[in-house]
C-alpha cells in the first residue's frame, strides 16, 4: 500500500493549472500536498491539510474521489490518475496521530453546535483553533453523526473517530452526548446561557417510507436504521434492499458480512441510472450482492417482496420508466430493507420559532448557512439532503466565517 502510494505520488505532473484541485469541494491544495510528500515534508504537508480541512483524513477515505480530485486528474484520461486519496490519507493519518492541540478559547464568543456528524465536527474544529468557545450537543453517546453510526467499519474505522474526539477535547471543545435540543432545551435557553450563536447539523435520519402494504410487519427494517447497530437485527438468510444509493450498498454489504447468504438490490431503473458510486456498486457485486434491476415494489407480505417489472422507453430524447402491472412478480425474502434516502427531524424546527423549511424539511439558508433566524446557522446534509461528507465540511467553512462575521457586527 505504502509503495503503490509512494509511486503513484512520483507520477504527478505538477500541473501548472491544477484540474484535480478544481474538481474538490473543499479546495485541498493538491498539488503543494504532493510536492510536499514527494520533498519528505510530511509533517508540513499534514498540518497544510488539517488547516484547510479538518476531516481530511476521513474525506481521504470516503470521498467520492473518482467524481472529484481524481476524476478530473489529467492522467485519468488515457489511464489510471494518481491515487490523491491514498496520498491524502497517508499524511491525514500521520499528523492526526501526532497532531498537538491546546485550548485557545478566550470564553468570550460561545457557539452551540447542534449535532456532531461532519457538519458540526467541522465548524467546531474551526471555530476553536481561532479561540471560540464551543459545546456540542449529540443525540447518540458518541459524535460522529453519520461517520459513525451510517458507514460500515469495512469502510471507516471508527478509531479514527476517537482519535479525532480526543484532539477536539483538547482544543476545549466542550461535548453534551444523548441530548436533543428541541423540546428539552430550546433555543431560548441557549441564547440566555450566553451563547451568541447556534448551528445546527443534525444530518437526515428519518428514513423515508416508501408507503406500500407490509412496510409495518416486523421483518422489514430501514436501512438508515440497520447501519447504526447491525448486531442487533436477525435478518436471517434471504434479505431485499430496496435502493441503490450508497447506503443500500452499505446494507447489502453488511448483510452479507454478518451471515446473510442471498442478499439482492431491488431497483427500479438500471445500473447506469443508479445513485450509488460505480466503485461501490462494483465492490457489492464482488461481495456477492445480487442486482435485481427494472424491478419496483408493489407489496410486501411475510414471505418476500411482491413487484412489477418496469420498461425502459426512449421517448424522442427523453427516457422514460413505465411500470408493467399486467403481472405480479415475487422474491422471497426473510427480511427487506428500505434504502431509499432520508428527511431531517423536525424537532427542532417544531419547537423553535422563526426557522424556515422546505416542502421536505430542510432548512433554509444562504449559501453561507444563515438561516432565516438570526443568530441560527446551519450547513451540510440538514440544508442539502444528504451529500458527501467533504461538501458537508466545505460548506462548514462557509457557515464558519458567516458566524465570525456575525461575532464581529454584534
Not at 48 to 59: A, D, G, K, R, T
Not at 90 to 102: A, T, V
Amino acid at each position: 500500500m505504502n509503495n503503490h502510494v509512494i509511486k503513484s505520488a512520483h507520477r504527478c505532473l505538477q500541473c501548472k493549472n491544477p484540474l484535480c484541485e478544481k474538481g474538490c469541494p473543499i479546495s485541498t491544495p493538491i498539488k503543494k500536498m504532493i510536492e510536499m510528500f514527494n520533498d519528505g515534508e510530511i509533517k508540513e504537508a499534514g498540518k497544510m491539510l488539517f488547516e484547510n480541512n479538518p476531516l481530511s483524513v476521513i474525506c481521504s477515505l470516503v470521498c467520492p474521489h473518482e467524481k472529484h480530485c481524481e476524476g478530473h486528474c489529467v492522467l485519468g484520461r488515457k489511464g489510471e490518475p494518481v491515487n490523491i486519496g491514498g496520498i491524502e490519507n497517508y499524511i491525514s493519518d500521520y499528523h492526526l496521530n501526532r497532531m498537538k492541540c491546546e485550548n485557545l478559547s478566550k470564553g468570550e464568543r460561545s457557539v452551540a453546535i447542534i449535532g456532531g456528524g461532519p457538519a458540526g465536527i467541522s465548524l467546531a474544529i474551526i471555530l476553536a483553533k481561532k479561540g471560540y468557545d464551543i459545546t456540542i450537543f449529540d443525540g447518540h453517546d458518541k459524535i460522529g453523526g453519520v461517520l459513525r453510526y451510517g458507514i460500515p467499519d469495512f469502510r471507516l474505522n471508527k478509531n479514527i473517530l476517537d482519535i479525532l474526539t480526543s484532539k477536539m477535547k483538547d482544543l476545549g471543545i466542550k461535548i453534551r452526548p444523548n441530548i436533543m435540543v428541541g423540546k428539552g432545551i430550546t433555543f431560548e435557553d441557549l441564547f440566555r446561557d450566553g451563547f451568541g450563536a447556534i448551528f445546527i447539523g443534525t444530518g437526515v435520519w428519518i428514513p423515508r417510507a416508501l408507503g406500500i402494504k407490509g412496510e409495518s410487519l416486523g421483518h422489514v427494517h430501514y436501512a438508515i436504521n440497520y447501519l447504526k447497530n447491525p448486531d442487533v437485527y436477525d435478518l436471517g438468510k434471504k434479505v431485499v434492499v430496496i435502493g441503490a444509493g450508497n447506503v443500500a450498498m452499505d446494507v447489502a454489504r453488511t448483510a452479507i458480512r454478518k451471515g446473510a447468504d442471498d442478499v439482492r438490490i431491488l431497483y427500479r431503473k438500471g445500473f447506469d441510472e443508479m445513485p450509488a458510486r460505480k466503485d461501490e456498486i462494483e465492490f457489492a457485486k464482488i461481495d456477492g450482492v445480487r442486482f435485481e434491476t427494472y424491478k419496483t415494489p408493489i407489496s410486501i407480505d411475510k414471505q418476500g417482496v411482491n413487484y412489477n417489472l418496469v420498461n425502459k422507453v426512449q421517448d424522442g430524447d427523453t427516457i422514460k420508466f413505465e411500470t408493467d402491472d399486467s403481472v405480479d412478480y415475487f422474491i422471497d425474502a426473510d427480511s427487506v430493507l428500505i434504502a431509499v434516502s432520508q428527511n431531517p427531524m423536525d424537532l427542532i424546527v417544531e419547537n423553535n420559532e422563526g426557522i424556515s423549511t422546505t416542502r421536505h424539511g430542510l432548512l433554509v439558508t444562504d449559501e453561507c448557512g444563515r438561516t432565516t433566524r438570526d443568530g441560527v446557522f446551519a450547513s451540510g446534509d440538514v440544508v442539502t439532503g444528504a451529500k458527501t461528507v467533504v461538501e458537508a465540511a466545505a460548506f462548514s467553512k462557509r457557515a464558519a466565517m458567516a458566524i465570525e462575521k456575525y461575532f464581529d457586527e454584534k
